[in-house]
């Protein structure tokens, strides 16, 4: 078993994919405009960004925690860029008692995912 994807729900999918694709430098999986999905290559999986009608259903899946941890080798160096491309920022990295750093970020539509980067000698991904 492996996990394939996580989805996360937008109230605006152009400014997701620009986010996304653009802003965070993740590559384009698939684009299924028709559907109001596209997916983004995280690694091994995909970040599935949907279309949600804010006052339909799924609106109250916009804009929450989404408890989604994006590896990366120095979450610092990635905050600075990220923060100078004008990305929100809820808590800068710090590190954590495992002796990782981890910063939680908002999309546009005001998901909340985050950044960790291993411990000092730990490679990313291991």
Do not use: K
């Amino acid at each position: 078993m492996r996990l394939y994807g996580i989805r996360l729900f937008v109230d605006d999918l152009d400014a997701a994919r620009r986010f996304y694709g653009a802003t965070l430098g993740l590559p384009l999986a698939w684009d299924a405009p028709d559907e109001g999905a596209v997916g983004f290559a995280a690694g091994d999986g995909h970040l599935i960004v949907e279309r949600a009608d804010p006052d339909g259903p799924d609106g109250a899946l916009v804009g929450r925690f989404v408890g989604a941890s994006l590896e990366v080798p120095d979450a610092v160096a990635l905050y600075q860029a990220l923060a100078a491309r004008g990305v929100v920022f809820d808590m800068a990295p710090a590190v954590q008692p495992w002796g990782g750093v981890m910063a939680h970020f908002r999309d546009p539509a005001g998901n909340v995912l985050t950044l960790i980067s291993p411990p000092p000698g730990a490679t990313a991904g291991g």
